[in-house]
C-alpha cells in the first residue's frame, strides 16, 4: 500500500528503525527522529528546491502533450523532457502563440527541446503555469495544485533545480529541526538537483555499466570544511535520503571532500558490495 497524500502534520509519518548492530527492529513516528539518533553524529541535507516543471504544450494541430521538463538537465537553449506522447523530431510544441518549443532530439522516452526564449521567462513561465511533478506512484492524487506545492517541497528547499522532491527530507518540520538542535545534532546542507531517475526504473544495462543516471551536486566550501572538521572530531555523518549518499560518496576523495567544495555531474550507482568512505547512517 502506498499512501497518496503525505501525513499531516509530516512529521506524523510512521518511522522504521533497523540497529545492525542488535539485528534489531522498531517502530515509532518521525517526529520522534532525534531520540533514535546516536550522539556523536551530525545530519547532512538537500537543500535542492523542486521547480513545477510539467507543463501543458500543445501541437500545431492542436493536441495537448503533456511534458516534464529535466531542469537539471539544461544546457544553454536546450532541455531534456518526458513526454506522455509521440512526438517527432522538428515538430513545434507551443505554450502559446508566444512561446514554442522544437523537438531536436529522443533518446528511448527522453526528448530534447531547443526554446526560442531566455532562461528567466522559462522558468517564470514554469512559476506560474507549472504543475508540480508528483512521484509516478501517485495516480489519483486529490491534491489541489497549491497543496501540491506546498506539501511536496522540503521546509528548507532554497535552489530551483530539481524534477522531485528529495523524499527523505519530506519529513522534516520545524519542530524535528528544533527538537535536532535542542539534542545537539548539527546540520549541514549539500545540494543535488534530482532528475530523470526518480522516474525511470532501474534496468540491466545499469548493473552491467555500474552507471545510474546523471544528476548534478554541489557540496559547498563552507559544508565541505565543516564536514572534513566534524569526520576529524571522530563524528558520524547521518546522510537525510540516497542523494545526499550520492553526492558525498561522489565528492568524497581519499576519505575527505575538498576544502573548497567541489560541483559536477554523478551517475554513481551503490549496490553490494560497496565501501562506504563518507557516509556511516541513512535516513530513507
Same mark, same amino acid.
Given at each position: ?66 511534458s516534464l521538463l529535466l531542469v ?67 495516480? $489519483?492524487?486529490?491534491?489541489? @495544485?497549491?497543496? #501540491?506545492?506546498?506539501?511536496?517541497? /522540503?521546509?528548507?528547499?532554497? *535552489?530551483?533545480? +530539481? =524534477? ?63 564536514? $572534513?572538521?566534524?569526520?576529524? @572530531?571522530?563524528? #558520524?555523518?547521518?546522510?537525510?535520503? /540516497?542523494?545526499?549518499?550520492? *553526492?558525498?560518496? +561522489? =565528492? ?33
Open positions: 500500500l502506498v499512501a497518496q497524500e503525505p501525513a499531516s502534520p509530516r512529521d506524523h509519518s510512521r518511522l522504521f528503525i533497523y540497529d545492525t548492530s542488535t539485528d534489531t527492529v522498531q517502530f515509532d513516528h518521525f517526529y520522534h527522529l532525534p531520540k533514535y539518533i546516536p550522539s556523536n553524529t551530525f545530519l547532512v541535507l538537500n537543500k535542492t528546491k523542486v521547480v513545477p516543471a510539467r507543463l501543458t504544450l500543445y501541437k500545431e494541430s492542436g493536441g495537448k502533450v503533456i537539471n538537465e539544461m544546457e544553454k537553449n536546450h532541455i531534456k523532457a518526458i513526454m506522455d506522447r509521440k512526438v517527432e523530431i522538428g515538430q513545434k510544441l507551443y505554450f502559446d502563440k508566444k512561446y514554442c518549443f522544437t523537438v531536436i532530439g529522443q533518446n528511448e522516452q527522453l526528448f530534447t527541446l531547443e526554446f526560442h526564449f531566455s532562461k528567466l521567462v522559462l522558468f517564470s513561465l514554469l512559476e506560474t503555469q507549472g504543475k508540480m511533478p508528483l512521484p509516478p506512484y501517485l495516480k $489519483n492524487s486529490k491534491l489541489t @495544485e497549491a497543496e #501540491r506545492r506546498r506539501k511536496y517541497q /522540503t521546509i528548507f528547499a532554497k *535552489t530551483p533545480g +530539481s =524534477a522531485a522532491a528529495p523524499t527523505a527530507s519530506l519529513h522534516f518540520t520545524k519542530r524535528v529541526m528544533k527538537h535536532l538542535d535542542e539534542s545537539k545534532v548539527p546540520q549541514t546542507f549539500v545540494n543535488l538537483h534530482v532528475g530523470l531517475g526518480t522516474f525511470s526504473p532501474v534496468f540491466p544495462e545499469h548493473i552491467e555499466r555500474k552507471k545510474l543516471h546523471s544528476e548534478f551536486y554541489e557540496v559547498p566550501q563552507e559544508t565541505a570544511q565543516q564536514i $572534513n572538521a566534524w569526520k576529524k @572530531e571522530g563524528k #558520524r555523518l547521518l546522510a537525510a535520503g /540516497t542523494t545526499v549518499v550520492r *553526492t558525498l560518496e +561522489s =565528492a568524497c576523495q581519499n576519505n575527505h571532500l575538498h576544502p573548497r567544495g567541489s560541483a559536477g555531474e554523478t551517475d554513481i550507482f551503490i549496490y553490494p558490495p560497496y565501501e562506504f568512505k563518507m557516509v556511516d547512517m541513512l535516513l530513507t
